[in-house]
């Protein structure tokens, strides 16, 4: 059964502080994404990664950044968390081939007071 | 223009109801199209793919226009375990597009 893990259900962090979102997956595959979701806007790209040490923006990296070191891991920081980063955070992987299906991670719904 | 878009809903059906979502894509060049679910506070999950001859998957049935650029959903006899909301997506060159969502809620 596939499966891709988020480090944190919920987190609350404060204006200013830096945060870290981790991803990790158990398929073997070889891209993996993080979006962030708001009501009525859908997902949106962040950034994505088709292979280790490799990184592509999306449509909206600003104020975030991403590590990827090893396959089955992928990270996102909020260099310096501000309030309109409040949001559902998802992670996502998928082979480089085939169906192009995603599989998602539960998501983490941080809060920046 | 948004590149996915879709009627946001909500969508309120009677159980055994019929019920169809559209989704409008605007790349031409779009290769790879499925429907997702979303159950409240969780993440989405695939539902199903959609190919370019339609197909059906028990109750649900997909089917896609390239002519006009959209995508649609059929759910037949509705059950309160469809309350949830659909995603379509749309693959282009390894690039995914997300629409927003439509909310369905079936009621006894």
């Known amino acids: 059964d596939v499966k891709v893990t988020q480090s944190s259900r919920y987190l609350v962090k404060r204006t200013g502080e830096k945060v870290f979102l981790e991803c990790v997956q158990d398929m073997d595959h070889e891209n993996m994404f993080w979006y962030r979701q708001d009501p009525g806007l859908g997902l949106r790209l962040i950034y994505f990664?088709?292979?280790?040490?490799?990184?592509e923006k999306g449509d909206i990296p600003e104020g975030y950044s991403v590590s990827r070191e090893k396959k089955e891991r992928f990270s996102l920081i909020l260099e310096s968390a501000s309030t309109n980063q409040t949001s559902m955070y998802l992670c996502a992987s998928r082979r480089d081939r085939g169906t192009y299906e995603q599989y998602f991670g539960p998501g983490t719904r941080l809060t920046v007071t | 223009r948004k590149e996915v878009e879709q009627d946001p809903g909500p969508f309120n059906v009677p159980e055994g109801a019929t019920v169809a979502f559209n989704c409008t894509y605007s790349?031409?060049?779009?290769?790879?199209f499925f429907w997702y679910r979303q159950d409240c506070r969780k993440e989405p999950k695939l539902l199903m793919s959609?190919?370019?001859s339609g197909n059906e998957d028990g109750r649900f049935t997909a089917q896609l226009n390239r002519a006009s650029q959209y995508i649609s959903l059929l759910i037949r006899d509705s059950k309160l375990s469809d309350s949830a909301t659909y995603l379509c997506v749309v693959n282009s060159l390894n690039d995914m597009r997300f629409g927003a969502g439509t909310r369905l809620t079936v009621k006894p």
């Open positions: 790349n031409s060049a779009s290769q790879s």
């Open positions: 990664s088709y292979d280790v040490k490799m990184k």
């Open positions: 959609v190919y370019s």
